[in-house]
């Protein structure tokens, strides 16, 4: 992830922004112990450092197969900074009244957010470790 972000930032114009949602760590860290609104959320191992993430879900009568990588939030603020880039904005939305009324059992995800959404600018003159460049004259 943070060879990814890095390469974003080098290909990005200054003041032009890169916008990034990912599940968000807390859920990808932990899960429900059933479909009620009111089921506990545990976490049963770390949730800092890089983690495997592997699952197979179903809805609607599709099946997808998730392979990947997650990262505590930290991680990813981390990696802005040091390719250069200024976070805007972060949000963690949740489950919204429309996607309960599809799905009952998503009203469980209204206490804990569902994603990680991040929108961080490349600066005119921002280095990398959040650092400005400074003009020398010769």
Do not use: N
Request: charged share 25%; hydrophobic share 35%.
């Amino acid at each position: 992830m943070p060879a990814v972000i890095a390469e974003a930032a080098r290909v990005l114009q200054p003041d032009r922004h890169l916008c990034v949602s990912v599940t968000h760590p807390m859920s990808d860290a932990g899960s429900f112990a059933g479909e009620q609104p009111e089921a506990p959320f545990t976490i049963p191992g770390p949730y800092l450092g890089r983690r495997r993430v592997e699952g197979t879900f179903e809805r609607d009568g599709l099946q997808m197969t998730f392979h990947g990588w997650c990262y505590p939030l930290e991680d990813y603020a981390r990696a802005l900074e040091d390719a250069g880039l200024l976070m805007e904005m972060i949000r963690e939305p949740s489950a919204s009244e429309a996607a309960v009324g599809q799905h009952a059992s998503y009203r469980r995800w209204q206490r804990l957010p569902m994603f990680l959404q991040l929108r961080a600018v490349k600066r005119e003159g921002h280095s990398r470790r959040g650092g400005h460049s400074r003009a020398t004259s010769s």
